[in-house]
């Protein structure tokens, strides 16, 4: 066995431990460590503990890595479960109209919006698209994260939506980061096309092309009010659970139309967004064990009302945050994602590291290989220049990772 890496003498290392115990922050057993030391062999977590029997067992002048940690404190890799990284062009006038005040749905029927960055994702070339996902995934590595998901959905053809999930298995085979591919062909309606033949188009001849190719994990659907509908999402969805494709769902962001039901239904691994979701949409989440993924980064992007996430923990949920990065949302960072969490939507830092870890690689159907640091986990982490976890949310609009590793490689140092 190869030691790959011992970080040690860290003012703290929260493992996140399965186990749940009574009278913690959040309800969780953080399993933290002071004054602690992690040891990967082989890319995994073969020891976590204090200091002096980690080293004394694994010397770290054996190790590939000797990671001094002194003062800092270590937490495992932020997981981001929604995104929509792979696209072209630049939509930073639409920020200034919205700021004086024009309306999501007015700068749509500007020409803006989605179909704006269909246009220019399918003029660009695959290496440009490659080289505008590789920067963005240098920028999601630089503030923590070690595994993202990246979903197609600039194409709404199928020519493109297959490049798009190709860039994003190149993407997958040249970083860093661990990239899962969701293909949403069903992101927009194209211009010029009906809806109901929009939607024959996404069964009929995208979703088996996706399928041939075998690069796509899962299946998302905008369902959404003048998007697509529940009956149409969920002839989406079907056809894609038949092709192998675990179904999402974008759900109840602008207006409540059932999308939280039909996640629920035909047993999507999460329902994202959910700022209008009701009591009865939560119980049917809790009870179908589907993953609510919260974006506030969204809602601070359009001023708009956030979802409330304490209505979905005293429920029982395993609340999920992502950044929802895409050009009418513009952060690859985690750790604002936190803080938004915790100022905007009622979260304690300690459930929104878990919302962007844990629970966040459960979103993924990773539960078990990414979002930890116990024995046995990926040795995925990211150190802080701070003492305690808190920092993340804390140190708002400041990058507090120092160093990342990814299976124990040192990948990025600041």
């Known amino acids: ?25 959040g309800g969780y057993d953080l399993g933290i460590y002071e004054d602690a030391a992690i040891a990967i062999e082989d890319g995994k977590v073969a020891r976590v503990g204090p200091t002096g029997p980690v080293t004394r067992e694994f010397p770290p002048e054996n190790a590939v890595h000797d990671v001094d940690a002194t003062g800092k404190s270590v937490i495992p890799g932020f997981v981001d479960p929604h995104t929509h990284a792979l696209f072209a062009g630049d939509r930073s006038d639409e920020f200034e109209a919205k700021l004086r005040g024009k309306t999501y749905q007015e700068i749509l029927e500007d020409g803006g919006g989605i179909l704006r960055t269909v246009r220019a994702t399918r003029e660009a070339g695959d290496e440009q698209l490659l080289d505008n996902l590789l920067g963005h995934l240098d920028t999601m590595l630089a503030h923590g994260t070690t595994t993202v998901e990246v979903k197609s959905g600039y194409g709404l053809d199928t020519e493109t939506e297959l490049r798009m999930l190709d860039i994003i298995d190149r993407a997958d085979d040249s970083h860093p980061v661990d990239v899962v591919p969701t293909f949403m062909g069903a992101h ?11 939607v024959e188009e996404v069964v009929n001849d995208q979703i088996p092309e996706v399928e041939s190719q075998g690069i796509a994990q899962f299946c998302d659907v905008f369902c959404e009010e003048g998007v697509f509908d529940v009956d149409q999402s969920r002839r989406v969805l079907e056809a894609g659970k038949e092709a192998g494709l675990t179904p999402k769902v974008h759900a109840e962001e602008l207006a409540h139309i059932g999308g939280t039901q ?37 809602a601070f992007g359009l001023g708009a009302e956030y979802a409330d996430a304490r209505q979905f923990i005293e429920a029982g949920a395993d609340v999920a945050i992502a950044t929802d990065f895409n050009p009418n949302c513009y952060s690859q960072s985690m750790g604002f994602a936190s803080s938004l969490a915790c ?3 009622g979260m304690t830092p300690a459930e929104a590291l878990v919302a962007s870890t844990t629970n966040a690689a459960a979103a993924l159907d990773r539960p078990e290989s990414v979002g930890t640091l116990r024995e046995g986990s990926p040795g995925d982490m990211a150190i802080l220049d701070a003492p305690t976890h808190v920092h993340v949310p804390y140190n708002f609009g400041v990058n507090a990772v120092e160093t990342v590793l990814k299976d124990g490689e040192v990948v990025h140092r600041d």
């Open 1 to 25: 066995m190869t030691l790959t890496a011992v970080v040690h003498d860290a003012a703290e290392i929260v493992t996140l431990e399965e186990t749940e115990a009574e009278g913690e922050e």
């Open 188 to 198: 927009a309606v194209p211009e010029d096309r009906e809806t109901d033949e929009y």
């Open 262 to 298: 039909l996640a629920a239904e035909v047993g999507a691994t999460s329902a994202d967004h959910l700022l209008h979701s009701t009591d009865e949409d939560i119980s049917a989440l809790v009870e179908s064990d589907v993953v609510p993924v919260l974006l506030p980064g969204t």
């Open 343 to 345: 100022v905007e939507m």
